[in-house]
T-cell receptor, first 115, second 111 residues
């Protein structure tokens, strides 16, 4: 099946710094990728839809200036958490679909801890 | 009304029993339906996909779809402790290739 690779799998950063998370589709092109956040024992929350070559679409309540998304190529989307604070500590997951009729494939997820 | 609804559980079944997980959706035009399994601390992985009314079987898993009732279910036969996880129902609403996920049902298979 299709593979989506996410990096890093785990990151610890100091409060006030920025962290970049990469999401790559390894064997298909993805014009659209999705970024989710999941707090412990809670459900997936869609943060934004990453669109290749154009601006990302953010879900209501998600700060676009804090969570910067760049989708510069058909195989790579990045999420940058800017000026991270402890409340941004969470599990961030990306996903992509090879086409409209297939399932979504997920990256391995990134565990972010802000200290 | 939530677009995709699942009972959060936990659903507890003994080892060897059948686990039945249910999901309802609100968009009658939805065409594609998926079940994902998510272990704690891991990202979701696909279990089953189903596109037409009826049953679809894959090993110990059976997905059932009833578009008239806007209902999709997942049956797990001969449940094993390793099946203990959260099961997410996902529906393709046709919006920008986005899947809409339910909140998930936590399944516990007891010895």
């Amino acid at each position: 099946g299709a593979v989506v690779s996410q990096h890093p799998s785990r990151v610890i950063c100091k409060s006030g710094t920025s962290v970049k998370i990469e999401c790559r589709s390894l064997d298909f092109q993805a014009t659209t990728m999705f970024w989710y956040r999941q707090f412990p024992k809670q459900s997936l929350m869609l943060m934004a839809t990453s669109n290749e070559g154009s601006k990302a679409t953010y879900e209501q309540g998600v700060e676009k200036d804090k969570f910067l998304i760049n989708h510069a190529s058909l195989t790579l989307s990045t999420l940058t958490v800017t000026s991270a604070h402890p409340e941004d500590s969470s599990f961030y997951i990306c996903s992509a679909r090879p086409n409209m009729n297939t399932e979504a494939f997920f990256g391995q997820g990134t565990r972010l801890t802000v200290v | 009304q939530k677009e995709v609804e699942q009972n959060s559980g936990p659903l507890s079944v003994p080892e060897g029993a059948i686990a039945s997980l249910n999901c309802t959706y609100s968009d009658r035009g939805s065409q594609s339906f998926f079940w994902y399994r998510q272990y704690s601390g891991k990202s979701p992985e696909l279990i089953m996909s189903i596109y037409s009314n009826g049953d679809k079987e894959d090993g110990r898993f059976t997905a059932q779809l009833n578009k008239a009732s806007q209902y999709v279910s997942l049956l797990i036969r001969d449940s094993q402790p390793s099946d203990s996880a959260t099961y997410l129902c996902a529906v393709d609403t046709g919006t920008a290739s986005k899947l809409t996920f339910g909140t998930g049902t936590r399944l516990q298979v007891t010895l």
